[in-house]
C-alpha cells in the first residue's frame, strides 16, 4: 500500500492531469491550492511518479498522434507505420533527471506568477542539463496549463522559455518576453528528439489554427506585431534546421494546418479581421503587416524547397527526400498554396 501526503497527492494528481491531456478543470483546484514546499518528497511518491512518467508519457504521445500511421524518413530512407512499427524500441526510451521533480514540485506549490519561478529562473544551468524526458514532460505542462493565466510568466523563464517543443507550439506564450532565448531546432532534427517531432505533428498542426485564429482575433497592432516576430524568429529557426537534415517530413504540419487556414482566404481583412491600424503611420503599419504573415511565408519557404527539390534526379543525394516532398506537396495542394500565401502576402504589401 502507497502512502502518500496531501502535496504529494496534488502533485501525483496534477502529473496524471498533464500525461492523460485531461481539461485542467479536472486539476485546476491543485495547481491553484495554497501549499508549502516540503523539505522532500517520500520513497512512495517519488515511485509513483517514475511510474507515471514512464507510463503515462507513452499514452500521452499516443493520444498527440503516435498511432497515426504516416510516411517519415530516417536516415535518407523512407519509414512507414505508426511511431512503434517505424521505429526500434530501444529508440524510443526517455529518461529523466531530478529536474522532472523540480518541476512538478514547484507547479504544485504555485499560486502566482510570483511565487514559483525564482528559483528555477535563477537556474539557467538547470536548462542545459535537462534530459529529452524533461523536455518533452515541460512541453505536456506548458499545453495542459496553456489556459491558466497565473502561469504565464512561467513560460518566459528557464528552463521552459529555451525548451524548443514550447516554442514551435506557443510562441505566443513568450510574445512579451524581454529577451530571445537560444533554439537549436537542429538537435532536433535526428535520433529520438526527431521520433518526438514525428508523433506531435498533428498536436503541432493544431497550435498551428490555434494561433491563426488568435490573430484573427486581435485588434492590438503591437500583440501582432510581437506574435509575428516571434513566430518568423521560431519558424526560420526550424525551416533552416530541417532543410540542413534533409527532414521535409517534420514540416509537414505546416503545410497542413496552412492549407487549412488560407483556403478560405480571399482577402487580406479575412486574415486580419480585427486588426486596426487607424493610428499608425505608413511604416508602422507595413511592420504590423509584415509581422501577421508569418505563416504564409513559411509555406513560401517550403515551396522554394520543393522546387529546387524537382530537380534531383535518382542518382542524386537526397533524392528519397525530394520524393517525400514531392508527394505531400501535391497531397495538400501545394501549387495553389503557394499562390494563396503569395497572394496574402502581395495584398499585405499594398494595405501597407
Known amino acids: ?37 516540503p523539505k522532500c518528497l517520500g520513497r512512495d511518491a517519488v515511485e509513483l511518479i517514475e511510474q507515471s512518467l514512464a507510463a503515462g508519457l507513452v499514452m500521452r504521445m499516443t493520444r498527440s ?32 533527471s531530478a ?21 528555477v529562473a535563477n537556474s539557467n544551468q538547470a536548462a542545459i542539463d535537462c534530459t529529452l524526458g524533461d523536455r518533452v514532460l515541460q512541453y505536456c505542462i506548458a499545453h495542459a496549463t496553456a489556459e491558466l493565466p497565473l502561469l504565464s510568466e512561467w513560460y518566459r523563464q528557464e528552463p521552459l522559455i529555451s525548451n524548443e517543443l514550447i516554442a514551435l507550439a506557443m510562441p505566443d506564450r513568450y510574445a512579451a518576453a524581454e529577451a530571445f532565448a537560444v533554439l537549436d531546432f537542429e538537435a532536433w532534427m535526428t535520433g529520438t528528439k526527431a ?57 509537414q504540419f505546416i503545410l497542413v494546418a496552412g492549407n487549412q487556414l488560407l483556403s478560405n482566404t480571399t482577402s487580406v481583412r479575412q486574415w486580419f479581421p480585427c486588426l486596426d491600424v487607424s493610428k499608425l503611420n505608413v511604416s508602422q503599419r ?11 511565408r513559411a509555406i513560401c519557404q517550403i515551396g522554394d524547397w520543393h522546387r529546387e527539390s524537382r530537380s534531383i534526379g535518382y542518382f542524386d543525394e537526397g533524392y528519397v527526400e525530394s520524393q517525400w516532398l514531392k508527394s505531400c506537396w501535391e497531397q495538400v495542394g501545394g501549387n495553389q498554396l503557394r499562390q494563396q500565401a503569395e497572394r496574402v502576402l502581395k495584398e499585405l504589401d499594398v494595405q501597407a
Open 1 to 37: 500500500m502507497r502512502v502518500v501526503s496531501q502535496f504529494e497527492n496534488d502533485l501525483l494528481r496534477i502529473l496524471q492531469g498533464v500525461v492523460s491531456r485531461a481539461p485542467i478543470d479536472q486539476f485546476r483546484s491543485q495547481l491553484v491550492r495554497k501549499q508549502l514546499r
Open 65 to 96: 498522434g503516435a498511432w497515426q500511421s504516416g510516411r517519415h524518413l530516417r536516415a535518407g530512407r523512407l519509414v512507414q507505420g505508426n511511431l512503434w512499427q517505424r521505429t526500434p524500441p530501444h529508440e524510443l526510451g526517455l529518461s529523466f
Open 99 to 119: 529536474a522532472s521533480i523540480d518541476l512538478l514540485v514547484d507547479l504544485t506549490v504555485t499560486q502566482n506568477c510570483d511565487s514559483m519561478p525564482s528559483r
Open 195 to 251: 521520433i518526438m517531432l514525428e508523433a506531435l505533428q498533428p498536436e503541432f498542426g493544431e497550435s498551428m489554427l490555434r494561433l491563426g485564429h488568435l490573430k484573427s482575433q486581435l485588434a492590438d497592432p503591437g500583440q501582432v506585431e510581437q506574435l509575428g516576430i516571434h513566430e518568423d524568429r521560431v519558424f526560420n529557426a526550424y525551416l533552416t534546421a530541417a532543410r540542413k537534415q534533409r527532414r521535409p517530413d517534420l514540416c
Open 286 to 296: 507595413a511592420a504590423t503587416y509584415r509581422s501577421g504573415a508569418s505563416l504564409p
